[in-house]
Every structure is written in C-alpha cells, then in structure tokens.
C-alpha cells in the first residue's frame, strides 16, 4: 500500500512541477524563428513526406519486382553461408524508399557466424521495388522479411 500511495504522489509532484509559461513574461520563452525562407508549414509538409509508414494500413503495398517467390529465389541464389549445412531463419526489417531502394537495414535476429552481415549484403543486391501507396502518393514503408537460409 505504501509503494501505490508513493507511486501517486511522485506522479502528482511530477504534475504540479512541470514547467508552464507563465503568462506576464512569455517573452522569455519565445523559439527562435526557423533559418532562411523556411516556414513551419514547409517543415511539417517536409516531415509528413518523409515519415515512415508500416505495410498493413496502406493502399498499395510495396512489392519486389515478380513477387514473393522471386524474392525468395534471389536470395537463395545471392546469399553464400559462411558455413556448411548451416539452416535457419534470419528477420530483417529496412525502409523501401519512394523511388523503391532500401535503405535502414537492420538484421532483427540471424543464426550466428556472420550470417546477419551476409543477409544485409545480399539485401544490398536487391534490384527496386514498386514503392507503396497511400492515398495515390508514394510513401516510404517500413518492411519485414524472414530469410529462409537452407
């Protein structure tokens, strides 16, 4: 009972001392206008442009050229284990761009024995892939593959 009553008072404590502005001096506080001719509402179209969307709630998703089997033979045919008999799963997650490169590659979990360096290797051979879509504009998506490694 004494951690719940400490836990609410540190929350109300946290509430009372946050900072305001106060109202008489809020010249104080003023941000500083943004460098050269650019507005703020160029900036927030810039960032809405370049955020970063995940495949299940777009319109059209992104897609390797020929599809998921063609991917797969790519990279059955691109990746060279290090290792002999060596069978697993590696998850990759990267952005596909809107002109369809990648780009943020990351290697989420491999099997062990430089597999992970490989798998982004390989993912850096990757031909362009048809941008998604939201709205019938293209977007950057963020996307997650399973390597199959057998």
Avoid: H
């Avoid at 719940?4 to 001096?25: E, M, W």
């Avoid at 051979?125 to 963020?142: E, H, Y």
């Avoid at 996307?143 to 057998?150: A, G, K, Q, R, T």
């Amino acid at each position: 009972m004494k951690k719940f009553i400490i836990l609410i008072a540190i929350c109300c404590v946290q509430n009372i001392f946050s900072q305001t502005i106060p109202k008489g001096n809020s010249t104080q506080y003023k941000t500083e206008a943004p460098v050269g001719n650019v507005s703020s509402n160029a900036q927030a179209v810039t960032e809405e442009d370049n955020q970063i969307y995940n495949t299940a709630g777009i319109d059209v998703r992104p897609e390797f050229p020929g599809g998921v089997e063609a991917m797969n033979g790519f990279i059955k045919q691109n990746f060279k284990s290090p290792k002999e008999n060596l069978k697993g799963k590696i998850y990759a997650t990267f952005i596909i761009e809107k002109d369809g490169s990648l780009s943020d590659i990351k290697i989420l979990r491999d099997i062990g024995y430089e597999t992970g360096a490989e798998a982004i290797r390989v993912l850096k051979l990757f031909p362009k892939w048809s941008p998604g879509k939201q709205n019938n504009k293209t977007i950057r998506v963020l996307y997650s593959i399973p390597m199959l490694i057998n």
